[in-house]
């Protein structure tokens, strides 16, 4: 099921409502539309009553069916799903190039195939009978059923090849909204059942362009009604992202609540007419922000999410019944995965009453039983103790099974956090995070480090390597570039390592370990403190420089430091005791006989002093000005300077 996007999108995009994609959907960011699909005025078309309640709503007029699905390059519902916000759950790697599973490699064709959510490119035209998709992915869910989704866009399919490629069932799409059919609907439907296939029809929805009811009307009389044979599927409901743009935002303007009015009234006429429910194709990201309601979760779903392993699940619903995983193959269109056997399959065809995840809903029980004898036997990859399980093909599993002694037994089941991070707990202690952008790396459970990250999982976003003892502290990094470094006497704290004080303290030895995180002292300074009385300030336009912290330097530059600026040197040792250099010139000269003083660094009495400070010893007062003359004390003597005689 696709969406229309412009037809300046790349020929790599995916054609509309394709769907095979059918199940496919699209970018919310539709920036030009064919004339045709813009016969409504987009003005008028987009306008919506957000305060009308569902029976109040108008419509606007249909699109141009005769560009239906022709000659626009469109984006599959997963993909949208990959490229968007966190999807995938433990494991997932983006498949642009390389299938994967937990890290695992199945290397991919480097030919572009043509599934059913990519459209020909120019002048290509799709080769009739196709049953496997051109450079199709070498990655496939295993312990369950494989199946395809089809639309005119694969025009006649060969499916005894697809059949034998190992698709047992197929969706075909059958309409849209309540101006378009498949012209290649027969030969789609009809071929996919006597290829020995259990397949079922879907409906491309256009809430904008009449009711629920009238589509499911719609539906129901041009392919989409239910036989109780076991070989049809119950109706597919296709509501996903707006792809016109005359129709407005990705939500088609409507509000979740109308949308939501919408969908009940396509399920509740589709139920009275056929004498089931059908099942719901979404996108989780459409789905959260468009609808978000959670009471269609007793329907079976069928959901987008092109990756190797599913991800976040939509409101209502506790899994998928069908998953989407990609549009690149095995098979023409896009490729689904069933989680049960073939039986399984059959008995939700077959039953009427079948639910989300329930599909025998105690029909049959001798089916059932036997169904989940063959789906023990195929779920060997899941790993069972007393204290929880893990399905070793994810990428905790997989980082989890490589050292099972190293992190114990599985504490309950995997589990997703914040921002695309997903985490599983075991008995010694450790647990393991994932993100698809990093992989997996583990923290001691509750220990500082954990509960560092776990305090603000938004702004870490994941971690990139695991917990390690770096120098005098235990510590990790961030997939921000930031990394917390842990001791037993000052707990845990935050270093910027892609950060300049990070690099000095690391050219340093790392020597003494972080007391505070870093401190914005305001006008560009920033500031961190750590054992061994070492202060680290930085600025833009100084870099880094070293104090003593808690010294009287460090005391006077809190003091002065806006007039003052960075340091521009590090506190360094002098013959009489030490000194420090700031932005604004002003240097502070000290020694343990007489305490800290300040000079112009940039003055004669200064320079005069560095050259013979052995002559005057260490400062005793500040310079300071008094009738035309500059003058600075020191232990043995006094340096004055005024414009007429200079240094005296």
């Given at each position: 099921?696709?969406?229309?996007?412009?037809?300046?999108?790349?020929?790599?995009?995916?054609?509309?409502?394709?769907?095979?994609?059918?199940?496919?959907?699209?970018?919310?960011?539709?920036?030009?539309?064919?004339?045709?699909?813009?016969?409504?005025?987009?003005?008028?078309?987009?306008?919506?009553?957000?305060?009308?309640?569902?029976?109040?709503?108008?419509?606007?007029?249909?699109?141009?069916?005769?560009?239906?699905?022709?000659?626009?390059?469109?984006?599959?519902?997963?993909?949208?799903?990959?490229?968007?916000?966190?999807?995938?759950?433990?494991?997932?790697?983006?498949?642009?190039?390389?299938?994967?599973?937990?890290?695992?490699?199945?290397?991919?064709?480097?030919?572009?195939?043509?599934?059913?959510?990519?459209?020909?490119?120019?002048?290509?035209?799709?080769?009739?009978?196709?049953?496997?998709?051109?450079?199709?992915?070498?990655?496939?869910?295993?312990?369950?059923?494989?199946?395809?989704?089809?639309?005119?866009?694969?025009?006649?399919?060969?499916?005894?090849?697809?059949?034998?490629?190992?698709?047992?069932?197929?969706?075909?799409?059958?309409?849209?909204?309540?101006?378009?059919?498949?012209?290649?609907?027969?030969?789609?439907?009809?071929?996919?059942?006597?290829?020995?296939?259990?397949?079922?029809?879907?409906?491309?929805?256009?809430?904008?362009?009449?009711?629920?009811?009238?589509?499911?009307?719609?539906?129901?009389?041009?392919?989409?009604?239910?036989?109780?044979?076991?070989?049809?599927?119950?109706?597919?409901?296709?509501?996903?992202?707006?792809?016109?743009?005359?129709?407005?935002?990705?939500?088609?303007?409507?509000?979740?609540?109308?949308?939501?009015?919408?969908?009940?009234?396509?399920?509740?006429?589709?139920?009275?007419?056929?004498?089931?429910?059908?099942?719901?194709?979404?996108?989780?990201?459409?789905?959260?922000?468009c609808v978000g309601s959670p009471q269609f979760g007793a329907l079976p779903l069928h959901l987008a999410s092109y990756s190797t392993v599913v991800g976040a699940i939509p409101a209502g619903w506790s899994g998928y019944?069908?998953?989407?995983?990609?549009?690149?193959?095995?098979?023409?269109?896009?490729?689904?995965?069933?989680?049960?056997?073939?039986?399984?399959?059959?008995?939700?065809?077959?039953?009427?009453?079948?639910?989300?995840?329930?599909?025998?809903?105690?029909?049959?029980?001798?089916?059932?039983?036997?169904?989940?004898?063959?789906?023990?036997?195929?779920?060997?990859?899941?790993?069972?103790?007393?204290?929880?399980?893990?399905?070793?093909?994810?990428?905790?599993?997989?980082?989890?099974?490589?050292?099972?002694?190293?992190?114990?037994?599985?504490?309950?089941?995997?589990?997703?956090?914040?921002?695309?991070?997903?985490?599983?707990?075991?008995?010694?202690?450790?647990?393991?995070?994932?993100?698809?952008?990093?992989?997996?790396?583990?923290?001691?459970?509750?220990?500082?480090?954990?509960?560092?990250?776990?305090?603000?999982?938004?702004?870490?976003?994941?971690?990139?390597?695991?917990?390690?003892?770096?120098?005098?502290?235990?510590?990790?990094?961030?997939?921000?570039?930031?990394?917390?470094?842990?001791?037993?006497?000052?707990?845990?704290?935050?270093?910027?390592?892609?950060?300049?004080?990070?690099?000095?303290?690391?050219?340093?030895?790392?020597?003494?370990?972080?007391?505070?995180?870093?401190?914005?002292?305001?006008?560009?300074?920033?500031?961190?403190?750590?054992?061994?009385?070492?202060?680290?300030?930085?600025?833009?336009?100084?870099?880094?420089?070293?104090?003593?912290?808690?010294?009287?330097?460090?005391?006077?530059?809190?003091?002065?430091?806006?007039?003052?600026?960075?340091?521009?040197?590090?506190?360094?040792?002098?013959?009489?005791?030490?000194?420090?250099?700031?932005?604004?010139?002003?240097?502070?000269?000290?020694?343990?006989?007489?305490?800290?003083?300040?000079?112009?660094?940039?003055?004669?009495?200064?320079?005069?002093?560095e050259k013979n400070s052995a002559r005057y010893g260490a400062a005793r007062g500040d310079e300071s000005y008094v009738n035309g003359v500059y003058y600075m004390d020191f232990e043995r003597g006094t340096i004055r300077?005024?414009?007429?005689?200079?240094?005296?």
């Amino acid at each position: 099921m696709k969406k229309l996007q412009t037809a300046a999108r790349s020929a790599a995009a995916r054609s509309i409502m394709a769907s095979a994609g059918a199940l496919s959907l699209v970018a919310a960011s539709l920036t030009s539309v064919p004339a045709a699909f813009a016969a409504p005025s987009a003005s008028a078309a987009a306008e919506v009553n957000l305060g009308a309640s569902y029976e109040e709503l108008s419509y606007a007029p249909a699109p141009d069916a005769s560009l239906v699905e022709r000659s626009n390059p469109a984006m599959g519902a997963g993909e949208r799903e990959r490229l968007g916000t966190a999807n995938a759950r433990t494991g997932a790697i983006s498949p642009a190039s390389t299938a994967t599973l937990s890290g695992i490699s199945a290397t991919q064709s480097s030919a572009q195939g043509l599934g059913a959510g990519r459209a020909p490119a120019a002048g290509q035209a799709l080769a009739p009978g196709q049953a496997l998709a051109q450079g199709r992915s070498a990655w496939t869910p295993s312990g369950g059923t494989l199946g395809m989704d089809v639309s005119s866009h694969q025009q006649n399919v060969d499916w005894a090849s697809a059949y034998a490629a190992g698709s047992r069932f197929a969706y075909v799409k059958a309409t849209e909204g309540g101006y378009y059919t498949n012209p290649y609907f027969g030969q789609q439907y009809n071929g996919s059942a006597e290829s020995g296939m259990v397949r079922g029809a879907y409906h491309f929805a256009n809430p904008r362009t009449s009711s629920g009811a009238d589509q499911a009307r719609y539906f129901v009389q041009n392919g989409g009604a239910w036989t109780a044979d076991g070989k049809t599927l119950p109706g597919l409901l296709d509501i996903e992202f707006n792809p016109y743009p005359a129709y407005g935002n990705t939500c088609y303007n409507m509000t979740p609540a109308q949308l939501t009015a919408w969908t009940r009234d396509f399920v509740d006429t589709y139920r009275s007419l056929t004498g089931r429910a059908p099942m719901v194709y979404t996108a989780t990201s459409w789905w959260s922000h468009c609808v978000g309601s959670p009471q269609f979760g007793a329907l079976p779903l069928h959901l987008a999410s092109y990756s190797t392993v599913v991800g976040a699940i939509p409101a209502g619903w506790s899994g998928y019944d069908i998953w989407q995983f990609t549009d690149s193959g095995p098979f023409v269109g896009d490729s689904n995965f069933f989680p049960g056997t073939v039986n399984d399959l059959k008995v939700l065809a077959k039953n009427p009453n079948a639910v989300h995840r329930n599909w025998s809903n105690g029909q049959d029980r001798a089916a059932e039983d036997r169904s989940a004898e063959d789906r023990a036997v195929q779920d060997s990859n899941v790993v069972t103790t007393a204290t929880g399980s893990i399905d070793i093909r994810t990428g905790i599993g997989n980082f989890w099974n490589k050292n099972r002694s190293f992190y114990g037994n599985p504490i309950g089941t995997e589990y997703t956090l914040t921002n695309g991070v997903y985490a599983q707990k075991f008995t010694n202690g450790k647990t393991i995070y994932w993100t698809n952008s990093h992989g997996s790396h583990w923290l001691v459970t509750n220990g500082g480090l954990d509960q560092k990250f776990r305090s603000d999982i938004a702004r870490f976003r994941g971690l990139t390597t695991n917990e390690e003892t770096r120098s005098d502290t235990i510590a990790v990094s961030f997939a921000n570039g930031e990394g917390a470094y842990w001791s037993n006497a000052y707990g845990t704290h935050i270093i910027n390592e892609r950060g300049s004080i990070y690099a000095t303290w690391r050219a340093a030895g790392m020597r003494g370990v972080p007391t505070t995180d870093e401190q914005n002292l305001g006008n560009g300074l920033i500031k961190q403190e750590f054992t061994g009385s070492t202060t680290y300030v930085w600025s833009a336009q100084t870099g880094t420089h070293r104090m003593h912290t808690g010294g009287a330097f460090y005391h006077r530059f809190l003091q002065h430091r806006g007039a003052w600026g960075a340091p521009v040197t590090d506190e360094t040792v002098t013959s009489t005791g030490a000194q420090i250099q700031f932005a604004s010139g002003k240097v502070l000269l000290w020694s343990d006989a007489y305490g800290a003083y300040e000079t112009n660094g940039n003055g004669a009495i200064f320079k005069h002093w560095e050259k013979n400070s052995a002559r005057y010893g260490a400062a005793r007062g500040d310079e300071s000005y008094v009738n035309g003359v500059y003058y600075m004390d020191f232990e043995r003597g006094t340096i004055r300077w005024t414009a007429q005689r200079g240094i005296y």
